[in-house]
C-alpha cells in the first residue's frame, strides 16, 4: 500500500490585521509547529508526506485539498489522508492507516458536531484511492456551482461522499471545538488562531503522549469509532 499525507499552507486572502481574533486567521507559528508535528508522524508510521503551498485552479486555499481528485500525481497512492494546518499529532499517536485499511469502508472522517452524526468535519479525512476515483468528476462540477457556500470545501464533500461509505471516527481523533478531551491529536478547529499559546500547548500535547502512552492497542483500537448512535437530522 502507498499511503500520503496532506497538508495546505497557504494564507487566506482575508488574512489581515481586521480578522486577526477569526477563528479562520492563518497564524504562522501554529500552522508551522503543526507542519513538523505532521511529517514528524509521516516518518514514524513510514507513510509519504506533501505539503502545498501554492495556489492551483481554486478560488480560496480551502479548495486546495480538491488536488487530492484533480491532480493526477495523487492517482499512485492507495489511501491519502488530509489534515488541517492547525491539526497535531504526538509521539503515541497510532498509525491511522494500519487501522482503516482493515475496513471496508472508503472515507474516515468525524461527525462535525455532537447534534448531527450525518455531516462531517474536513479538517481531519482520509479517503481510498476507489471513491477518489469515483467522485473525481462530482468534486469539480459543486466547486464550479457552489463554491460560495459557506463552510467552502466542507459543505462540498458532505454534499458527494456517500454516507454508506463514510466511517465515522471518533472525537479521540478529531476533537472539533475540544481541546482537552481528543486522545490521538488536537484540532483547534474553532478556536481563535490569535490565543495559540505555544508553551501551554506543548504541556497539552505532553499530557495526551502520557495517556496514550499506559493504553494498550486493544483500548485505543476500541476508542477509534463515533459510538454514539447516527441521527436522523442533516444539514443537506
Known sequence: MKNLIIQVNIPSPNNNAENVKKM?????????MSIESVKDYSKRIGVDYELITEMSIYS???????QIFDNQKYDVYDNILYVDCDFFFHRQTPNFFEWAQQHQETFFATPDTLKNYNYFNSGFFMIKKGLRQRVKGLIIERYRSDRETLVKDQDILNRIIPSSEWCRISRDWNGVMSIYKPKFGL??????KDQFDPKKHIE????????CSRLTSAEKEAMYIQKRPIVANSLF
Open 24 to 32: 479562520f486567521h492563518y497564524n504562522r507559528m501554529m500552522y508551522e
Open 60 to 66: 480560496h486555499p480551502a479548495y486546495e485539498r480538491f
Open 187 to 192: 484540532h483547534y478547529v474553532g478556536m481563535k
Open 204 to 211: 497539552i500535547m505532553k499530557e495526551k503522549e502520557r495517556i
